[in-house]
């Protein structure tokens, strides 16, 4: 079945450092893409997406491109700031479904430090 | 718009009791999701509504546990009997748009402790 997988956390980063997260998919078709961000106490907030290959979401700095060739959606940011503590779920709506229920990835930790 | 709520936000009790768990979505929102999401782990997919009407479980979902949306509105999660598996955080998530443009808006969650 379709399945997503990320790179382990937690991942520390100095403020200003610049940040990748690699996620990697696997599906029978061609899903959208997802990153959901979960602060420490809060719920899942959607971050950024992408529905078709080559297309780039971003939002808040943050930035991933649906890469087809490679079946990867790596997040990035430019440069990170402690308010981006957080842990990072990539994840793919299962399209074959006819429901669009998400397929997560295990989550990244990501401490930054002053 | 005040989002997702869901209620209990914790939920402590004990071995072989039944629990009950609300989810009221975003208004507009005629589609409803459950996951079920442990410690370390991302969300997994539990059950899905559209409308009223139950179209998807998760072989994830026991016997024991049964969701309802009664008029399409808010939704129970109820779990029968409950084990010490069953500890986790219960997510519930609406969306409207359909296709690819899916998005779904999660509520905070109820976190359930089975002691």
Known sequence: ???????????????????????????????????????????????????KADDKGSNKGFEATYRKETTSFHLEKGSVQV?????????????GSNTGKLIFGQGTTLQVKP | DTGVSQNPRHKITKRGQNVTFR??????????????????QGPEFLTY????????KSRLLSDRFSAERPKGSFSTLEIQRT????SAMYLCASSFTTGRNNEQYFGPGTRLTVT
């Open chain 2, 49 to 56: 509504f559209q409308n009223e009407a139950q179209l998807e």
């Open chain 1, 1 to 51: 079945g379709d399945s997503v997988t990320q790179m382990e956390g937690p991942v520390t980063l100095s403020e200003e450092a610049f940040l990748t997260i690699n996620c990697t998919y696997t599906a029978t078709g061609y899903p959208s893409l997802f990153w959901y961000v979960q602060y420490p106490g809060e719920g899942l907030q959607l971050l950024l997406k992408a529905t």
């Open chain 2, 23 to 40: 989810c009221d979505p975003i208004s507009e929102h005629n589609r409803l999701y459950w996951y079920r999401q442990t410690l370390g």
């Open chain 1, 83 to 95: 308010s981006d503590s957080a842990v990072y779920f990539c994840a793919l709506s299962d399209l």
């Open chain 2, 83 to 86: 084990e010490q598996g069953d």
